[in-house]
């Protein structure tokens, strides 16, 4: 019998077609017929473990696990006999055994697995009356909580850190009563997607932290949205009371992040209620913050960017929504300015992107790869989501290479091509002459075996990617690494895809947030504008150069800044403060990567005074007399910012000559100011918990030992980086897989912003 | 003939007299009145009065914020909010208000309790003077159930058959 054949079942009656080789289980599932359940889930391998789906089939003398059985032409299964039933009521009672009456108190109660089948086919008094087991709790880390008395060994987490997290941290010790679940050593479970160990537990032996005893599900209403921090877009589900939103939890989609979240998209949510929440707007007086109105506040914005005028530049956060991109380059294009970008963290913008970047395929096609080369990125913690789909693709026999110039942990194999950013070019072109390509740079590189390989490995797949991501789009030479990413990606017969960095990068271009033939994000501060515009942005985290920025906005004569929070660098450079809704506050729409538009509406109402900024934008488009300023609804933004973006196609042709000036050299050492997981945004940055985790790494010098032992350095050491005359002490922590002649400083952290652009020479000093 | 014998019923005002006998019979009679509140009726231990929140024999307070009793509440009466405990992280209420004017004594909370800490005692006489004053917030359901401990325990087990 071939695997792809049907054959015909019968289940309680009901005929039914399937697969051959298809789990019971699975075919039940889609013929709506309820077989419960604990430690079988779609997503992971089957362990049969649990016992709770047994079943009777005809012509087998004992009752069977539907989760571990195969259909079979003619099989008759009663899934409601007697003998299912009494298995079924069995198991249950065993595994209430050691189960402890902890309803009222666990966190799980009211969605819980084992409630939900205790009802339906527990027995209402227990004859267990000897002692339970009992279990120590174990700390794993600042995001998820554990109860391990409650745990029924179905051991999903276990497989779920080996299969979909890629870490073997949990498993299990012992047997039988003496079974224990926990990480062997105790340490802390660091991945980036460990939040779904919550909803994997099917007890509550698994809760989250951050939710910890704040909630019942029941009092919680649902709404669907789309998570704000990476070019996946991940749908997800949040559950708000009172106005609050209590959590968030992944939105199945299998065309984005199937049932998974990261662990920045579920909890992020809590940066919403940070302490610096702006909550009415405000205005500088003689140098002093004064709270008041709209009216005034509005009124006051209306006049400054009028006197602007022709000189106001915009600097838009790439995480803003469609709605409030499309409504903000309208109204600076209404003031006769052109000065309008989102590519904050852009400092190459010489020409070498293409038109319209996106992933260059579907995120779900990702995995069926058969070779990829990642440019400059680390999706694993830039993009978890689309890093789970790159460790699927790598499992399911692709080669996966990375050239980067950090060496990156990663949970699958992986070719990794370590190279100082100066020389990241010429590794590039190397692997281009090795496939064949030729041009200026290529010509002259030198092949070496580990480009070899690499090219070999391109070549041979039947489908292979070439990837740029946030260090690439971040690197001085962005353009030059693009028009060999391109070289490369023509002459071995793959695609070329550009993972946007943040939720909306996409979206920014399709409504043409960004210059026709304006200053664009670096220009903008190289040679400041008379006034500024800024949404969604902090002057000293989310600019590629934050001291270029920061000085730019001092001098500036009026600069209006639309936020979520207040902070000392916005209130150093902004004239006027509005607050806008933040992430859940607004509806709005995102274009992820791959080019899908996804909407979705508020799910609470914006703190305080703040407003939704689509709102913002539009009166302030009133006030300033512009044409088209008549939206009643985000759908009304929505459906003009559609119109307007008709004409562009996603498109990732590069036209970008190779022969370029290089501005990095590889004299000294150079900065590699990677953003971290967890200081993308104004909101992950104000998130407790995650700020709690291993990777949010605070500022540092890391840097590989040899160069340290040249620049005299020791780990734990304090030493001053000076970059362009910026000054900044930190401490140095060595790590190997800093690429030699470079030292990483990062961006975005509290400690780098009184330093210069994410890439440049640097000089260490120690303190 | 009927109206004529209305017309003398009322000249001789007969319904009144017979009034009067039943009235007048009364007056004899041992009387079951009580003079409350010097007196008071007797109450079954399962009288539905005003709630207590109960705490163990160690002062331990026994609600576990399960917000049982507030899923429960037919008039929405309770409020709960919840969160670990500063010192030892246990599950407890933070807010914990009963809104007297919503509430209809029905002792469903007090039926949804797992851990008996929500309880109705006997008193029914009390008073607000002001607004606000109606929702019993949770220092005074403790301070209730403190003061009437012993009743309240003693009311327990005397039903405890009964749940
Ligand atoms: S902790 Fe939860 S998911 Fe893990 S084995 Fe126990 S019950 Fe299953
Ligand atoms: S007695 Fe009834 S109405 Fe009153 S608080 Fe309890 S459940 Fe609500
Ligand atoms: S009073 Fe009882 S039912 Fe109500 S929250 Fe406390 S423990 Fe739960
Ligand atoms: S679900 Fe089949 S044995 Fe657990």
Redesign the interface.
Known sequence: MTEDSMVTIEVDGQELKAKAGAMLIDVADQAGIDIPRFCYHNKLSVSANCRMCLIEVEKVPKPIPACATSVMDGMKVYTKSPMALAAQKGTMEFLLINHPLDCPVCDQGGECELQDQSLAYGSDVARFVEKKRLVPKKYIGPLVETNFNRCIHCTRCVRFSAEIAGMREMGSTGRGEYMKIGTYVERTIDSELSGNLIDICPVGSLTSKPYRYQARAWELTQSDSVAPHDAVGSNIHIHVRNNRVMRVHPKANEAVNECWISDRDRFSYEGLYSEDRLTSPMIKENGRWVETDWETALQQVADGLKEMGAGTGALLSPSATVEELYLAQKLVRSLGSDNIDFRVRQSDFRGGEPALPWLGLGIDEIEAVDAVLVIGANPRKDQPILGHRLRKAALNGASVCYLNPLEYDLNYHAEQLLSAPANMADDLAAVAKAVGATGAIIDDAEVKAQHQSVAEQLKQAGSALVLLGNLASAHPDYSILSALAAEVAKASGAKIGFIGEAANSTGARLVAAMPTDGLNAQSMLEQPCKGYLLLGLEPDRDFWNPTQAQTAFKQAEFVVALTAYRSASLEAAADVLLPMAGFAETSGTYVNGDGTWQSFAGAVQPMGEARPAWKILRVMGNLLDADGFDQNSSQDVLEQARNSADGRQLDNSVTADLGQERRLNGSGLTRIGDVPIYATDALVRRAPALQKTADAISAAIRINPGEAAKAGLADGDRATVIQEGNLATMPVEIDPGVAGGSVRVCAALAGSETLGGQFGEVTLEKA | MKVLRNYIKSLFLLEMFKGMRLTGSYLWRKKFTIRYPEERAPMSPRFRGLHALRRDENGEECC?????CE?TCPAMAITIE???REDDG???TTRYDIDLFKCIFCGYCVEAC??DAIVETRICDYHFEERGENIMLKDELLAIGEENRDRINSDLSAQAKYR
């Open positions: 576990v914020g399960c917000k049982l899923a919840t969160g670990p246990s599950r407890r797992p851990v």
